[in-house]
């Protein structure tokens, strides 16, 4: 017994250094504890026209008066932002911040389940307030994202996460937002899965009939308690009842004509409410998508043609291609490097203006889209009276890569903008200084 013991004290203990070693030093921020006025600056509401010389004042949390005539309330901290610029907090749609430290290191990962079908699974609940990726994501004005699983074929549920805070309780802005699916594909053998191990791919067909059957047996499920309330509890089908309900939308992650077809299509006979998430051949599905008004969640730009006969600017034109369709869309920054890379999401963004996106569409696609089709547009994604105090300044346009992103705050909350990255800069600087 105590061989035993020692053995799972080492296990621990080797789970818990290097857990400390990777903790970011910066302390979240405290209550909002008076009123802040920002005055002097150029606000970009990104929900209506833009406001020069205007005045932001925030309390409690939440934004109560912008705009040229707003009265700084008595009591409040004042900063003069000449010159400067306000936004909404940029929001990362998709991605795995929090849930992945390091891509080729597995003890670092944790938004996989073991097993094909979870969708119980709440991937907030393995969010790490301590990564070193989250303040480096914040000091490029990202400070929401999706926290989402990945693998298997029902992942798992998904859920907006504020950059900043003690707890993944502190961080949680909405626990349950999707079921994701990731929509089964044909494929020359196994793929590499994130943990480094290999990934068999089964035969789509009977993916596809495994999703079916567990959606299946969860109505099933649903009846039979709803007939007796005695009937034993199971955490799996319990959790998909609000999903076959058409409370909880289902992302599908998809890239290929076939997969959205087959998505669409499945989510249509399954009564789903769904979202595409991916959506490189999405355009050619612009007809499909928007009959039945499905947005997309699109996978970043920074993307490689699909095939031979692609043009070199196809990943990089989607995003345009849907607003001329008219179809429903956010952009992720969403990339092979995962959550290492969401502080280029602004990039990804500007990448699309590149490729015939208007700028102000860019810039909600990457605030206020991302809100509207992930339901949270009442709290985020725009500067208006009522909604939460989650914004940054910054000197320039943050879709340019010379910008800096110099005062942020979440929920009123004052984040701290020093990270990792900088560190490093200044300990490097001083050395060449002294040589």
Same mark, same amino acid.
């Given at each position: 017994m105590l061989k035993r013991l020692l053995i799972y004290s080492g296990m621990i203990l080797s789970l818990w250094i290097p857990a400390a070693a990777w903790a970011n030093p910066q302390v979240p921020g405290g209550p909002q504890k008076q009123p802040v006025v920002l005055t002097n600056v150029t606000i970009h509401p990104v929900s209506g026209p833009v406001v020069e010389k205007g005045t932001l004042v925030f309390d409690g949390g939440k934004i109560t008066a912008l705009g040229k005539d707003a009265t700084p309330p008595a009591g409040a901290e004042v900063i003069d932002l000449a010159g400067k610029h306000v936004y909404p907090g940029l929001f990362e749609p998709w991605n795995d911040v929090g849930l992945v430290e390091i891509n080729s290191i597995r003890a670092t990962i944790d938004g996989q389940e073991? #097993? +094909?079908?979870?969708p119980n699974v709440r991937a907030v609940v393995a969010v790490n307030p301590d990564s070193e990726i989250i303040p480096v994501t914040r000091s490029n004005g990202v400070l929401l994202t999706l926290a989402a699983p990945f693998g298997g074929l029902m992942s798992g549920r998904s859920g907006v996460i504020q950059l900043d805070g003690w707890t993944w309780e502190d961080m949680t802005l909405k626990s349950d937002v999707a079921l994701h699916i990731q929509w089964p594909q044909s494929s020359g053998g196994g793929r590499r899965g994130r943990g480094g191990g290999e990934e068999t791919a089964a035969p789509p067909e009977r993916g596809v009939e495994a999703l079916r059957q567990a959606l299946a047996d969860a109505r099933a499920y649903g009846a039979a308690r709803k007939a007796d309330s005695n009937f034993p509890?199971? @955490?799996?089908?319990?959790?998909? +009842?609000? $999903? !076959? #309900?058409?409370?909880?939308? $289902? $992302?599908?992650? @998809?890239?290929? !004509?076939?997969q959205i077809h087959g998505a669409v299509a499945f989510a249509e006979r399954e009564k789903l409410k769904l979202i595409i998430a991916g959506g490189y051949d999405a355009p050619r599905c612009a007809e499909l998508l928007k009959k039945h008004d499905i947005p997309v969640i699109v996978g970043g730009t920074y993307r490689l043609p699909r095939r031979r006969n692609d043009g070199y600017d196809s990943a990089y034109a989607v995003p345009a291609e849907l607003h001329k369709a008219g179809i429903r869309f956010c952009i992720s920054g969403r990339g092979r490097f995962g959550a290492n890379?969401?502080?280029n999401l602004p990039y990804h963004a500007a990448a699309a203006v590149g490729f015939g996106l208007? @700028?102000?569409e860019a810039l909600k696609a990457i605030t206020l889209y991302a809100a509207e089709i992930l339901g949270v547009a009442d709290r985020v994604g725009s500067l208006e009276n009522g909604k939460d105090a989650t914004l940054f300044v910054c000197d320039g346009d943050p879709l340019e890569t010379?910008? +800096? $992103?110099t005062h942020a705050w979440i929920r009123g909350r004052k984040v701290d903008l020093n990270d990792r990255h900088k560190t490093l800069y200044h300990k490097y600087e001083k050395k060449y200084k002294q040589e």
């Open positions: 073991i #097993g +094909q079908l979870n509890r199971d @955490a799996r089908w319990e959790s998909l +009842q609000d $999903v !076959i #309900g058409g409370k909880l939308p $289902v $992302v599908v992650q @998809a890239d290929d !004509i076939r890379q969401v502080r208007p @700028a102000d010379p910008t +800096q $992103v």
